[in-house]
């Protein structure tokens, strides 16, 4: 079954509010990926995150890695209509080498 | 930039037919993979390649076949296609190192009727 879990599914918000997405994973990760996938597009990757308590920013997404490295967090600060879009978090286990996907956040924003 | 191809955007399909999805990567790269990806499922890896002639069955390979004779190109195989295989196929490459970042075609809608 799926091991990376991400809530939520939807989320709508009016434009210059604020979003964040979560990812959880049943066991520790090596490192977490994000991924945005425009609507009619393919998923491109975003950021990685490998040590334990990691933040990292990109204009206004912060990406979070947990300290025991089994969640992760992207938060969009005042939103904008270019934002729309599916964000999916990666999770890779060390022993295995292979990504596991989130389902997703689908992120809609009203102008 | 790395540039990720797939045969063909739409695809539509029979039961029963043999499918082939064609993925190419101008990379190099040594991992490519092959997803389907279906809605609040997010993406769920079907078989993936370490290198030409390698491959490895991922966590829904029941259905599909894989074959990578070149190094630039993996091919996805349904072997007899049913209409539980109407989906959204993403082919990915990887890039080697520390990063591994995955660059994902545009994908191919397959519809079996």
């Known amino acids: 079954g799926q091991q990376v879990m991400q809530i939520p599914q939807y989320q709508h918000v009016q434009e210059g509010e604020d979003f964040t997405t979560y990812c959880n994973s049943s066991?520790?990760?090596?490192?977490i990926q994000w991924y945005k996938q425009r609507p009619g597009g393919h998923p491109v990757f975003l950021i990685q995150l490998v040590k334990s308590g990691e933040v990292k920013k990109q204009k206004r997404l912060t990406f979070q890695f947990g300290e025991a490295k089994k969640n992760s967090s992207l938060h969009i600060t005042a939103t904008q209509t270019t934002d729309v879009g599916t964000y999916f978090c990666?999770?890779?286990?060390?022993?295995?080498?292979?990504?596991?996907f989130g389902q997703g956040t689908t992120l809609q924003v009203k102008p | 930039d790395v540039k990720v191809t797939q045969s063909s955007r739409y695809l539509v399909k029979r039961t029963g037919e043999k499918v082939f999805l064609e993925c190419v990567q101008d990379m190099d790269h040594e991992n490519m993979f092959w997803y389907r990806q279906d809605p609040g499922l997010g993406l769920r890896l079907i078989y993936f390649?370490?290198?030409?002639?390698?491959?490895e069955k991922g966590d829904i390979p029941e259905g599909y076949s894989v074959s990578r004779e070149k190094k630039e190109r993996f091919s996805l195989i349904l072997e007899s296609a049913s209409t539980n295989q109407t989906s959204m196929y993403l082919c990915?490459?990887?890039?080697?190192?520390?990063?591994?970042?995955?660059?994902f075609g545009p994908g191919t809608r397959l519809t079996v009727t």
């Open positions: 390649s370490y290198d030409v002639k390698m491959k």
């Open positions: 066991t520790t990760l090596s490192n």
């Open positions: 990915a490459s990887q890039s080697p190192g520390g990063l591994g970042e995955q660059y």
């Open positions: 990666a999770g890779r286990r060390s022993n295995t080498g292979k990504l596991i």
